[in-house]
């Protein structure tokens, strides 16, 4: 398994909401078929504004994957506590690409990482806008069908590995924990960045 070091592992405050549904879904039609069944409902929620509805949710998620292709692609996502770093992530999970989730608190990580693994798609704002744009680079070959995710993690050198995550693998980790903490469709997550170098996740009863 490749591994790629980069200088940090921070992750990034995200305050926003979503309400849980069946992660077996998440790839593919079934997550936009489920986002829609709520309708009108609150989705993200972020402090002094309107909330995102799921059904607005799906609509910007269905037409960014569109432009995404069919054809799997590796997507890398700064991670930016924003709803448009959310509706990359899902856009690429819906495409059933494989999505790189960049920290956005290290200003190289996303040029490192666009140098080891030249990404198709890269996802991150641009001149104080978000931007997705497709990239010319040399490609590193097919990407293995089972690839979701690549997520960050400290190594023993004191920097990150990107370590590869199949779907299959998240979904058996998101339902241990769904089982493990009780949840259900009433509940909410909640990650809040309190700096740079800390992560705190809280669920909260609606």
């Known amino acids: 398994m490749q591994s790629l070091n980069k200088r940090d592992s921070r992750r ?20 936009i078929r489920r986002l829609e069944e709520h309708g009108d409902r609150p989705a993200l929620i972020f402090p002094g504004r309107t909330p995102i509805t799921y059904r607005d949710l799906a609509r910007r998620v269905t037409a960014l994957a569109a432009e995404f292709g069919p054809e799997k692609k590796l ?3 700064a991670a930016e506590p924003t709803e448009h770093a959310v509706i990359s992530y899902l856009a690429a999970m819906h495409g059933k690409h494989a999505v790189a989730l960049i920290p956005p ?5 996303l040029d490192d990482f666009v140098a080891d693994f ?32 690549l997520l960050g993690t400290s190594g023993s050198t004191g920097k990150s590995r990107y370590v590869r995550l199949s779907a299959a693998a998240i979904e058996a980790n ?33």
């Open 118 to 149: 030249s990404p198709e798609i890269i996802c991150r704002r641009v001149d104080a806008r978000w931007r997705c744009r497709t990239e010319a680079g040399e490609s590193n070959g097919a990407l293995h069908p089972d690839l979701a995710m």
């Open 12 to 31: 990034p405050r995200l305050m926003a909401a979503i309400s849980l549904f069946n992660l077996t879904e998440i790839r593919g039609m079934g997550l």
């Open 105 to 109: 608190c290290d200003a190289s990580a």
């Open 174 to 206: 998101a339902a241990a924990i769904v089982s493990y903490l009780e949840l259900g469709h009433r509940d909410r997550a909640a990650l809040i960045r309190l700096s740079c170098h800390s992560t705190i996740l809280t669920a909260s009863r609606s």
């Open 75 to 77: 997507v890398a996502v």
